[in-house]
């Protein structure tokens, strides 16, 4: 059932649309709390919800009880907010002093990600305070955190000055390989443990690293869940199968052309490939304009009324090419055919990004505004009727 869940009527006019599963998200959302026993979820929604879209995953995480949401930037959290979204918004990245000031208006829990963001807060409290901090712990990622030596100084800093409130402490893996997540773990568990009074909101773990090495949750408050909300693998060990996530978007458009090329002649930019025999060519409506990554030319391949064909020559912006086929042989293929780009009826998601050498956030987050997200669930649609 198709949902008109803030979706415009023009989407029936558009050859590409992603279709977002919100009854796979709460299937989802179900999965994990299984893992994070009694740690409440954290939904990761940045990169609007990896491309699922942020204010309508956010509504629809509402309804299943989930209060915590995490963003990458302010410009995020306040979109999020002019949505109407009242719970915990936490932006992960690191804050700008000249931003401090939205993180109050707007109710944003801030990153304490350095020392130098940590003296920004301290100086500019009791002109914009009331801030709510979490302090991140560098244990081993070496991209955002105050190193464990500096944190008992920082903590002390930050507590003893009015207008700042520490809510929590955190950290972030590298990695699910178990030797070094567990070495990160140690290091801070040490931390915390070294602390007179640590923060009493602790989180550590993340999609991977909760269903791989579930221990990583225990005795915390939080778990930071992005990827397995949306059935996004990038790790072998934890499989969709393993963990029964379920993929929460389909990527489709349509045959839009269809020719017959006959042996040596070429197709598209650049003449990458080149016809060995006589075979029809489908062109479908989609491109790097999409989001697609051009890196997909003579590479990917995608489904047809179920069947998987390879993509050939080069992707184009809004175009690419599919080899349908001997021309001789039944026309399984037609004018205005359904095309899975990934999802039910094509390659998963998972599959077409390792094809490329890549992760399935990378394609799900890349999608533009151009192409329309769908969202399709009974939940919803009744909901709205």
């Known amino acids: 059932m198709i949902s008109n869940f803030h979706t415009p009527p023009s989407i029936a006019l558009s050859p590409i649309r992603a279709e977002v599963d919100l009854d796979a998200l709460r299937h989802n959302v179900r999965v994990v709390r299984g893992y994070a026993g009694d740690a409440a979820i954290m939904a990761a929604i940045k990169a609007d919800a990896y491309g699922h879209g942020a204010i309508q995953i956010a509504k629809v995480l509402q309804e299943v009880d989930v209060k915590h949401f995490a963003v990458a930037s302010i410009n995020e959290g306040i979109e999020l907010r002019e949505a109407g979204i009242e719970e915990a918004i936490y932006v992960l990245g690191a804050p700008i002093p000249e931003a401090l000031s939205a993180y109050v208006r707007h109710h944003l829990v801030v990153t304490i990600s350095s020392v130098e963001v940590a003296d920004a807060v301290i ?10 901090v979490h302090i991140k712990v560098d244990t081993g990622m070496h991209r955002l955190g105050v190193p464990p030596g500096d944190v008992p100084d920082v903590l002390g800093r930050l507590r003893a000055t009015p207008g700042i409130s520490v809510e929590g402490i955190w950290t972030h893996f590298a990695t699910v390989d178990r030797t070094f997540t567990l070495e990160q773990l140690g290091r801070f568990d040490a931390l915390v443990a070294s602390l007179d009074d640590p923060p009493p909101v602790m989180h550590v773990a993340n999609s991977g690293t909760l269903l791989f090495l579930p221990e990583t949750s225990r005795e915390r408050t939080l778990v930071r869940i992005g990827g397995a909300l949306y059935g996004l693998v990038v790790e072998h060990r934890v499989g969709t199968k393993e963990a029964d996530l379920q993929p929460a978007m389909r990527l489709v458009s349509h045959v839009v052309h269809l020719q017959i090329v006959e042996p040596g ?3 598209s930019y650049g003449r990458t490939w080149t016809a060995e025999r006589q075979t029809r060519i489908a062109t479908v409506s989609a491109g790097y304009g ?19 064909y390879p993509i050939v020559g080069r992707l184009c912006m809004d175009m690419f ?13 037609g004018f205005g055919d359904e095309v899975v780009l990934f999802g039910e009826g094509g390659p998963s998601v998972v599959e077409l990004a390792e094809s490329i050498d890549t992760i399935a956030y990378e394609l799900t987050c890349g999608l533009t505004h151009r192409v329309p997200r769908v969202y399709l669930g ?3 649609a009744r909901a709205e009727t």
């Open 123 to 132: 100086a500019t409290a009791s002109q914009t305070g009331p801030f709510v």
């Open 290 to 308: 999409d989001g697609l990554p051009r890196s997909l030319s003579n590479r990917g391949v995608v489904g047809i009324h179920g069947k998987l």
């Open 265 to 267: 002649e070429t197709v």
């Open 378 to 380: 009974e939940e919803t």
């Open 321 to 333: 090419m599919v080899d349908v086929g001997n021309p001789d042989a039944a026309q399984e293929v």
